[in-house]
């Protein structure tokens, strides 16, 4: 199993990115995919999911409106939209599959991937 992300980077207040995790070794589309995050000394901490199903996504409030979560299954991966970036949202980023849910849950992920780090600075 394997889970890459992508997309990360340095990036101006009020900037987007586009992070990409691609995924291989099981069945993509039965698995709900996460983004979490990650700040040095901070508690790893949820950012978005998908369902595997019909798409029903969830965010953290901290996110919503600026934070889209998407995902294409012929492609196997999984993407997060980033627009009006903060300085608090610099952290290390992750995605991560889960096949129970639910999906705010750190615990109900089986799969993680090594991480992209964004970084949000003037």
């Known amino acids: 199993v394997q889970l890459v992300e992508s997309g990360g980077g340095l990036v101006q207040p009020g900037g987007s990115l586009r992070l990409s995790c691609a995924a291989s070794g099981f069945t993509f589309r039965n698995y709900g995919m996460g983004w979490f995050r990650q700040a040095p000394g901070k508690e790893r901490e949820f950012v978005a999911a998908?369902?595997?199903?019909?798409?029903?996504?969830y965010y953290a409030d901290s996110v919503k409106g600026r934070f889209t979560i998407s995902r294409d299954n012929a492609k196997n991966t999984v993407y997060l939209q980033m627009n009006s970036l903060k300085p608090e949202d610099t952290a290390v980023y992750y995605c991560a599959a889960s096949n129970t849910g639910p999906f705010p849950q750190v615990d109900a992920y089986a799969y993680w991937g090594q991480g992209t780090q964004v970084t949000v600075s003037s």
């Open positions: 998908i369902s595997w199903s019909n798409g029903n996504r």
